[in-house]
């Protein structure tokens, strides 16, 4: 099992920013895929940004450029960077940590990006 939680979360202004951090525990292997995806009111939830075990990283076009995914391995910690906000970013952002057949969800995190 892995347990993630997320933290970072809260209100911002457009144009502003905010780090989102993903702690992982339990039984952490390699390799493994961690990411963040989102999912605003009424809407599926989408992909953000991932990063592989090996550092990897992809992003959805909605976020390249403005948002970073980094991973701290001595911490079993995963950042989201986001920057230039706006607000369509608008949404709950979820930890996701993937590993062989392994899926593991944290509970979410709250952005909200208001003028």
């Known amino acids: 099992q892995v347990q993630l939680v997320e933290s970072g979360g809260g209100l911002v202004q457009p144009g502003g920013s905010l780090r989102l951090s993903c702690a992982a525990s339990g039984n952490i292997f390699s390799p493994n895929v961690m990411g963040w995806h989102r999912q605003a009111p009424g809407k599926q939830r989408e992909f953000v940004a991932a990063m592989s075990s090996g550092g990897t990283t992809v992003y959805a076009d909605s976020v390249k450029g403005r948002f970073t995914i980094s991973g701290d391995n001595a911490k079993n910690t995963a950042y989201l960077q986001m920057n230039s906000l706006k607000p369509e970013d608008t949404a709950v952002y979820y930890c996701?940590?993937?590993?062989?057949?392994?899926?593991?969800w944290g509970q979410g995190t709250q952005v909200t990006v208001f003028s």
């Open positions: 996701n940590f993937r590993g062989g057949s392994s899926d593991y």
